[in-house]
């Protein structure tokens, strides 16, 4: 009623995952069940699907993980009627791959910097194979790790009342971003979430609204 359309991030991690039968089964699965519901995101009229680490994808023999994505893409998804939008920075993919996104920017000392470089790696991409790709930018309100992963490998990023997530979207709209990748709604255990807390109340939910309403031009 609201408007608001839900998608899949294939982890492709997942040991339920771990032969490229299985991979090219569960994509069919979302294809034939999911897609056809009126609430699965569709952007000019073709699904989208995310997929998540995808150089961890099943390979056969002598075959790269781009080879398996070819593979799999070819049996899901032959005339290329789907978005298939990767996570991660090896810019191959975008071979088989339709659009990037990075899951993270919070180790990034320059977010700016960070969003623009991807942008012009996509574009790149995009101007070699001859085809349409999209680049989308990662915007957070912080993030914190170390209560599940502590020092030295836990990490955290200040939310600086509000201010980080505010610097990652103007840093988006400025890399011309043409979609937006929020990390996250409720990621709690990675300190990355917009919910309603105790803690924050609805404060991040406003300050994404506002900008959210910048991106889509309703407001300057």
Sequence with gaps: ALGMRALITFETDKPEFGDQAKVVAGLSYARDKLFPRNTWLRVDGR?????????????????????????????????????WIMEGLDWDYLQVFDGQFGYSVAWSPNVANTLNSWQRRVRTAEAALGQPKIFIGTVMPGYDD?????????????????GYLAQTWRAAIDADAQ??????????????????????????????????????????
């Design 146 to 162: 170390t209560k599940v992963r502590p020092a030295p490998e836990g990490f955290a990023r200040d939310r600086e009342n509000g």
């Design 47 to 83: 699904p989208v699907l995310m997929f998540w680490r995808p150089s961890a994808v099943a390979v056969q023999p002598g075959q790269s993980p781009l080879d398996a994505w070819r593979n799999i893409r070819d049996q899901v998804d032959p005339e290329r009627k789907q978005l």
């Design 179 to 220: 979609w937006v990748n929020l990390t996250s709604y409720n990621e709690w255990i990675e300190g990355s979430q917009i919910e309603p807390s105790v803690s924050y109340g609805t404060q991040y939910l406003s300050i994404n609204k506002e900008w959210s309403d910048r991106f889509k031009g309703i407001i300057p």
